[in-house]
């Protein structure tokens, strides 16, 4: 298992251009989450998919929208990124209800982040 | 709303040595969750420990150990015989308990070096 995946890794935007980050996990999990680690900081949320066809807005949503394609990928968009979205954004999944090996329902496992420069 | 608070920036230990880093937290939830994270250089987020508050029982993995005071709302974090590897950034985190608002709170994080 690949775990959660993220495509791209690095990206540079221009302020105003707009770009969709890739999430996909292999793992059969409910739950979907993107966040956005600023320099020195946690982690904070951005929007999470308790579950495929839900979306809802976590503590940072403003300027980000997202789309839960389908169980396994959860794409974030920056319809016109501006500096303040610089930073590096990481998905995460879990499992929502039931075990899956180690996972519990409480468990959210990371991918490797995007680290995102708007000029 | 829930905070979490790690009080020390970074800590420095000697290879072989003890290092305890400190976390408290503040909720109103009486049922909920406390995880500690590693971020290493390559910024991947691995999962440390987690302990769920309705145990009394402090979780453990292999070097890794936390103190619970659930009173006290403090969860910190123990890593015995520190090894090289063990360099990175700490997190610690929160999740209120049942499916709704599934998402973790972090802390600011603790920077760990270890010293050869």
């Known amino acids: 298992n690949a775990g959660v995946t993220q495509t791209p890794k690095f990206q540079v935007l221009k302020t105003g251009q707009s770009m969709t980050l890739q999430c996909a996990q292999d793992m059969n999990h409910n739950s979907m989450y993107w966040y956005r680690q600023d320099p020195g900081m946690g982690l904070r949320l951005i929007y999470y998919s308790a579950s495929e066809g839900t979306t809802d807005k976590g503590e940072v949503p403003n300027g980000y929208n997202v789309s839960r394609l389908n169980k396994r990928e959860f794409s974030l968009r920056l319809e016109s990124a501006a500096p303040s979205q610089t930073s590096v954004y990481f998905c995460?999944?879990?499992?929502?209800?039931?075990?899956?090996?180690?996972?519990?329902?409480?468990?959210?496992?990371f991918g490797p982040g995007t680290r995102l420069t708007v000029l | 709303a829930q905070t979490v608070t790690q009080s020390q920036p970074e800590m420095s230990v000697q290879e072989a040595e003890t290092v305890t880093l400190s976390c408290t937290y503040d909720?109103?939830?009486?049922?909920?969750?406390l995880f500690w994270y590693k971020q290493p250089p390559s910024r991947q987020m691995i999962l440390v420990i987690r302990?769920?508050?309705?145990?009394?029982q402090n979780a453990t993995e292999n070097r890794f150990s936390v103190n619970f005071q659930k009173a006290a709302k403090s969860f910190s974090l123990k890593i015995s015989d520190s090894q090289l590897g063990d360099t990175a950034m700490y997190f610690c985190a929160f999740k209120a308990g049942g499916t709704a608002g599934n998402k973790l709170t972090f802390g600011g994080g603790t920077r760990v070096l270890v010293k050869p």
């Open positions: 302990q769920e508050a309705y145990k009394q």
């Open positions: 909720t109103s939830e009486s049922n909920y969750y």
């Open positions: 995460a999944s879990s499992v929502l209800s039931g075990t899956s090996g180690r996972a519990t329902s409480d468990t959210q496992y």
